[in-house]
């Protein structure tokens, strides 16, 4: 079982994440297509992409100068409803390196119960679309990337790996996290909602080992940092203690698979003050795994 604690972070016990980027890119020539965070683009090479923060923002592609990319889908930012117009709320992203292509979900909330919709898009614009399913049973709150100081527990899109395994949609709800799997390849629902971790998570990411980690959306003290972690059916174990992981004071954080790397980032960005942190996947999964070793979590 998992336990709750409170470490000072002075101790030294706890294994420090090295953050490989911090993608605190220049803004936009035109500032108001920054709707939530920034992330790392296709090229590797200074671009980025602006994920939405609400259902009404857009997905924005810029170059490495700020300029904003408009081929073909880009044109006027990625809008929930070009995935399908049925959609009215976005599921977080992940970029999947090995395909060259981020995997998108969009969510029509007014089925009952609710229809997940499937797409990827690549650097030249081209929508694809995956396919859709409707779930059996609702996640027991509505689905929302939405990750903000008001907003408990955002929706994120995971696989295995890189080019490795279904979508999985991952949803924390209170003191509980809940998953469905969908078929990488048509969409169709594999496993319906279910419950995987009792434990207070936002948008959990998991390693290769089976441990699920999630940033709080606190600090303690101003100081260190909320994390919690745990292993698949297992209560989470939360520590305050200072990792290197992000702080963000002020909008909660969640944890996404970006470009063959783990990105933890806040719900907003504002000229840089939430510049999300990147890390190899080898570095954040070693280090994950020694954090749920030392609070006694078993996966």
Known sequence: M??????????????????????????????SGIDGTIVGGFSND?????????????????????TQIVTSAWSGGLAVTDIDAACDTWVGPMYDAAAGLIYLCGVDTTTTPDTFYFASINAAGTLTNIGNAQVTTDFANPVTFNKSA???????????????????????????VEEAEFNISTGALVTDTATIIAGHFGCPYKTANGTYINIGNHTVGNSVLAVNVAGSGTAGAYMAVDTGLPTFNTNAPYTLQWGGRIVCASGIYVNGAYGPRAFTVAEFDSKVDALAKALGVSV
Do not use: H, W
């Open 150 to 176: 008001v907003q408990p527990g955002a929706v994120c899109l995971y696989r295995t790996a890189d080019g490795e395994g279904n979508f999985f949609v991952r949803a924390a709800v209170t003191g509980l």
């Open 46 to 66: 200074g671009d980025y992409i602006a994920l939405p923060m609400l259902a009404a923002d857009t997905f924005d592609y810029f170059d490495n100068t700020g």
């Open 2 to 31: 998992g336990r709750s604690l409170s470490v000072d972070k002075t101790v030294g016990a706890y294994p420090v994440f090295k953050a490989d980027d911090t993608y605190q890119k220049p803004l936009p020539a035109v500032a």
